[in-house]
């Protein structure tokens, strides 16, 4: 029952009754309810025949934008994969600088396996190398 009410309410354009009447400042209006004075219009579907020609250039049209969105469509994802690995070196290098700032002794281990402590001074360079690179890269 739902099903047939449901049916009835979407009418098809071609029985759709269309009016046309001409208001007093002489504006042409459409309506699908008649009133006093408008006359109903005859409405048929067009039915528009296309010549190989036509179809050949709509076919390239359509190629040509799907060529587009597909181009969209990776710049998007190489986009996509510049700002993943831009946050990852973003995340690192803020993890260095933090790690730098908590304070401590650094080393390295040299080619005979000693440890190489770093200078104040050395330390220093290295929080400003990378407070350089994360206003750099992570603006």
Not at 6 to 11: E, I, P, R, V
């Amino acid at each position: 029952m739902l099903m047939l009410l449901a049916g009835l309410s979407f009418t098809p354009l071609s029985g759709a009754e269309i009016y046309r009447w001409v208001d007093p400042q002489g504006n042409v209006h459409f309506e699908s309810r008649p009133r006093p004075g408008a006359e109903q219009v005859d409405v048929r579907p067009q039915v528009v025949e296309r010549d190989e020609a036509t179809r050949e250039r709509e076919a390239r049209t359509e190629r040509f934008f799907e060529a587009r969105r597909d181009e969209q469509a990776a710049a998007e994802r190489l986009a996509g994969e510049r700002q993943r690995e831009r946050r990852q070196l973003c995340g690192r290098l803020n993890e260095e600088l933090a790690l730098l700032n908590r304070g401590g002794r650094y080393f390295h281990v040299d080619a005979k396996g000693e440890r190489v402590y770093y200078s104040e001074d050395e330390v220093g360079a290295a929080r400003r190398q990378l407070a350089s690179r994360i206003s750099q890269n992570c603006s």
